[in-house]
């Protein structure tokens, strides 16, 4: 199984409550993001993955980030999950991920780290804190990995920097914070995902 989103953002939900899940992800769907993640450290999130699987599934890689146990892995396949997002190397997480047919984007910093992944199955690599390593130390990373391997910025990415880490080989990108707070607007929400849509597609064109 190969990443294939149309937009290579992943939306992450963290701290997005059941009832109002909804709401956020129609907005973020409509903005063009077919990838969310909704973290294991949010509440009830098996509520939420569940329920998001079922309304926005067919439209969207739906599924669940900070993932650390094998069991979590089972128990988000029993909902129809297929996305993974780590933020560590895990070996037994990732082959348990992929066993059950589900993409993993696994966290990394270093190329031992990022090569471990690989052998172990994860089809995507999350560079993370992104912001604290800066564009130029992922460029020189991805100079040693496999080209095929899509490579993910995540952590302090914005609309204004993205275009950078673009420009150093990602192929896309994992947004927090700028995009989603916990307890913001549903406007807010459908703001930031306007402004990132608009900054990826000047930044590939």
Request: net charge negative; hydrophobic share 50%; charged share 15%.
């Amino acid at each position: 199984m190969s990443w294939n989103t149309k937009l290579p953002l992943i939306a992450i939900l963290r701290g997005i409550r059941p009832e109002e899940a909804e709401e956020h992800v129609a907005v973020l769907v409509e903005a063009g993001f077919d990838a969310i993640e909704i973290p294991l450290n949010s509440p009830e999130w098996h509520l939420s993955i569940a329920s998001m699987v079922k309304t926005f599934g067919d439209r969207a890689l739906i599924g669940a980030g900070t993932v650390l146990e094998p069991e979590q892995v089972d128990s988000l396949a029993a909902i129809n999950s297929r996305l993974v997002v780590t933020p560590n190397v895990d070996t037994a997480v990732i082959q348990r991920a992929v066993a059950r047919g589900m993409l993993v984007a696994a966290g990394c910093a270093t190329a031992s780290e990022a090569f471990t992944a690989l052998k172990a199955g994860a089809q995507a690599l999350k560079i993370f804190p992104a912001s604290a390593f800066g564009p130029a130390y992922i460029s020189a990373l991805k100079a040693v990995l496999p080209p095929e391997i899509p490579v993910f910025a995540v952590g302090g990415v914005t609309p204004d920097n993205l275009s950078a880490f673009l420009a150093a080989g990602c192929a896309g990108a994992g947004l927090g914070s700028d995009l989603y707070r916990a307890g913001q607007p549903v406007s807010r929400t459908r703001e930031q995902a306007h402004a990132f849509v608009k900054a990826w597609k000047e930044a590939v064109q």
